[in-house]
């Protein structure tokens, strides 16, 4: 699995987007990129993945650079229910063991 | 409701005492896992077991040992417990999916 790097921390108002990066510059062709994020001590809880199209559900849009060695994880419109640790999780689909790193911590302030 | 049960939620141990965390899933899911989680740090695989029948070493499996009972159940025993592995253990489950990951609420290991 390709390593992934993410800031620490990172913070966001209420009500604006949050921007989470991830760069995976050695993820090899038929490895996906997973979010999870873990709520206060919660198990961790899947966002979104993808491959390389951007992807968009309910909860995030997932924006995974051309050439695919980075991505971003947008929350459009963060709430103080968002503070949380995300994970950025570079895997092969085939795999069926997820891997954690040690994530972004993101605090969202009212 | 549906989900991953652990037993107990809270434990403490002295050093060198043993015990057995369970794990059990009512989802059919054929996998599960044990993970480990250090204050401030991200989760950690221990051991899993991607069916019944089999078990496999994680990232972190010293001192520890498993037993996949039966497709329901997978069990994380410590033999001799060390202040080392005071962390919040999480059970999980999924079906073959790296989406589908179900996450048990946690025990909380204290070892003395």
């Known amino acids: 699995d390709a390593k992934t790097t993410q800031p620490p921390s990172m913070d966001c108002a209420e009500g604006r987007a949050a921007n989470l990066p991830c760069n995976h510059s050695?993820?090899?062709?038929?490895?996906?990129v997973y979010w999870y994020r873990q709520i206060h001590s919660q198990g961790p809880q899947y966002i979104i993945h993808?491959?390389?199209n951007n992807e968009t559900n309910e909860m995030a849009s997932l924006i995974i650079t051309e050439d695919r060695k980075s991505s971003t994880l947008i929350l459009p419109h963060a709430t103080l229910r968002d503070t949380a640790v995300y994970y950025c999780?570079?895997?092969?689909?085939?795999?069926?063991?997820?891997?954690f790193g040690s994530g972004t911590r993101l605090l969202v302030r009212p | 409701n549906a989900g991953v049960t652990q037993t107990p939620k809270f434990q403490v141990l002295k050093t060198g005492q043993s015990m057995t965390l369970q794990c059990a899933q009512d989802?059919?899911?054929?996998?599960m896992y044990w993970y480990r989680q250090d204050p401030g740090m991200g989760l950690r695989l221990i051991y899993y077991?991607?069916?019944?029948?089999?078990?496999d070493k994680g990232e972190v499996p010293n001192g520890y040992n498993v037993s996949r009972l039966n497709k329901r159940e997978f069990s994380l025993r410590l033999e001799s417990a060390a202040p080392s592995q005071t962390s919040v253990y999480f059970c999980?489950?999924?079906?073959?999916?790296?989406?589908?990951?179900?996450f048990g609420s946690g025990t909380r290991l204290t070892v003395v």
């Open positions: 999980a489950s999924s079906e073959w999916s790296l989406y589908g990951y179900t």
């Open positions: 050695t993820i090899s062709g038929n490895e996906y």
């Open positions: 993808g491959l390389k």
């Open positions: 999780i570079a895997i092969m689909d085939s795999s069926y063991k997820l891997i």
């Open positions: 989802m059919n899911h054929n996998s």
């Open positions: 077991s991607a069916s019944e029948g089999t078990t």
